[in-house]
């Protein structure tokens, strides 16, 4: 009985706004009722669901013995670079619009380490293999309005940014060939 009192009673406060005015058109169309949503909001979901991995330190089977020391020879991807530099302000179409055009990115290795072994929570005993990596890019930008009256003002600019590509390779306690092997195979996948 005190579920029923409950309902009619949110029943009746919600009946004059679901049948008057403004409210009536919003409440009729259920759950396709059209939600405005800023454009800011896609570019937002993005960096957090598409591009995830940017920032977060890979976990590399252990460095063998007997041959070279792997170095770092894979530098950040320029869709990487683009995303580190700040964005181009969101103007006003018309009034204010900033566009960044002829770009081009050049790296530059800055520190290729290996650290010894420590323990790392959640992973273990691994060496911290340090790459840090400067990228510059260089592009035109172009400031453009069309009301009040028209202006188009282009320039190059220059933005400096460092990335690191830190990654983990996992380090037998032992110097066991079986227990490096079982790493490996963990890591890589059978």
Not at 62 to 82: H, K, S, V, Y
Not at 84 to 108: N, S
Not at 136 to 159: A, D, L
């Amino acid at each position: 009985m005190g579920k029923l009192h409950t309902w009619l009673l949110l029943g009746a406060a919600l009946a004059p706004a679901a049948l008057a005015g403004c409210g009536a058109g919003l409440v009729s169309m259920g759950i396709g009722t059209p939600v405005p949503v800023p454009p800011w909001v896609t570019e937002r979901m993005e960096d957090k669901y598409c591009h995830k991995n940017d920032w977060r330190t890979p976990i590399m089977p252990p460095i063998r013995e007997g041959f070279p020391p792997p170095t770092c020879e894979d530098p950040p991807d320029q869709a990487m670079i683009l995303r580190a530099i700040p964005r181009v302000w969101r103007g006003v179409p018309y009034i204010y619009e900033e566009f960044r055009d002829d770009i081009e990115v050049v790296t530059e290795r800055l520190v290729d380490r290996i650290d010894p072994p420590r323990f790392f929570p959640l992973i273990g005993p691994a060496q911290l293999h340090h790459c840090h990596w400067k990228c510059i890019v260089y592009f035109t930008e172009t400031i453009e309005s069309s009301y009040p009256f028209p202006f188009r003002c282009t320039r190059p600019r220059v933005e400096v940014v460092y990335i690191d590509k830190d990654h983990l390779h996992l380090y037998p306690n032992n110097h066991n060939p079986l227990a490096e092997q079982s790493m490996t195979r963990d890591t890589l996948g059978p």
